[in-house]
T-cell receptor, first 112, second 115 residues
Framework: GQQLNQSPQSMFIQEGEDVSMNCTSS?????WLWYKQDPGEGPVLLIA?????ELTSNGRLTAQFGITRKDSFLNISASIPSDVGIYFC????????????FGGGTRVLVKP | DTGVSQDPRHKITKRGQNVTFRCDPI?????LYWYRQTLGQGPEFLTY????????KSRLLSDRFSAERPKGSFSTLEIQRTEQGDSAMYLC?????????????FGPGTRLLVL
């Protein structure tokens, strides 16, 4: 089963708002990745983090690799309608091979 | 398009039939991964290859599942005697390890429905 706790499970956004989501783990990871998945499609890589403490931006997206190696967060600034989708964090364990362990996802929806 | 491709995109089959999926990785990527994703969940690891060698298999991969990567390029995932519980999205990812860094890129997936 999955070992990453991702929160929130879902959130509503209004255009222009900043949003934030995070992932925590009981295990140490040496790489954190953030993906976005649209319905019926595969996950698309947003940001990759390789060092504890690293803060990386990709356009309106910013992600950080926690100092303890057990957490990461993703921020989206000035959200737009196409930010709707499911965001997944994924970690590569330090000593258990190269497979990714995924969080349960954060579903981003537009406020009615 | 030089991304990861998967074929077919959708497959509907009857319980007990065999199905085979294909994945073509990004060229020059030596690692290829298979994951399974059920509705409302994140992907779960099934198996991975480095070149043509299958290096790890998850306990999720029952005896009815087999994966190959015969020439270290494309890969196939076969499910024999399908069961309704096999219904899921099957995702392929490829990567190229560079030093301590490895980033996996996913294909669009094959959605399987077993009736």
């Amino acid at each position: 089963g999955q070992q990453l706790n991702q929160s929130p499970q879902s959130m509503f956004i209004q255009e222009g708002e900043d949003v934030s989501m995070n992932c925590t783990s009981s295990s140490i990871f040496n790489t954190w990745l953030w993906y976005k998945q649209d319905p019926g499609e595969g996950p698309v890589l947003l940001i990759a983090l390789y060092k504890a403490g690293e803060l990386t931006s990709n356009g309106r997206l910013t992600a950080q690799f926690g100092i303890t190696r057990k957490d990461s967060f993703l921020n989206i600034s000035a959200s737009i309608p196409s930010d709707v989708g499911i965001y997944f964090c994924a970690g590569q364990p330090q000593a258990a091979g190269n497979k990714l362990t995924f969080g349960g996802g954060t579903r981003v929806l537009v406020k009615p | 398009d030089t991304g990861v491709s998967q074929d077919p995109r959708h497959k509907i089959t009857k319980r007990g039939q065999n199905v085979t999926f294909r994945c073509d990785p990004i060229s020059e990527h030596n690692r290829l991964y298979w994951y399974r994703q059920t509705l409302g969940q994140g992907p779960e690891f099934l198996t991975y290859f480095q070149n043509e060698a299958q290096l790890e298999k998850s306990r999720l991969l029952s005896d009815r599942f087999s994966a190959e990567r015969p020439k270290g390029s494309f890969s196939t995932l076969e499910i024999q005697r399908t069961e309704q519980g096999d219904s899921a999205m099957y995702l392929c990812a490829s990567s190229l390890r560079q030093g301590a860094r490895e980033t996996q890129y996913f294909g669009p997936g094959t959605r399987l429905l077993v009736l």
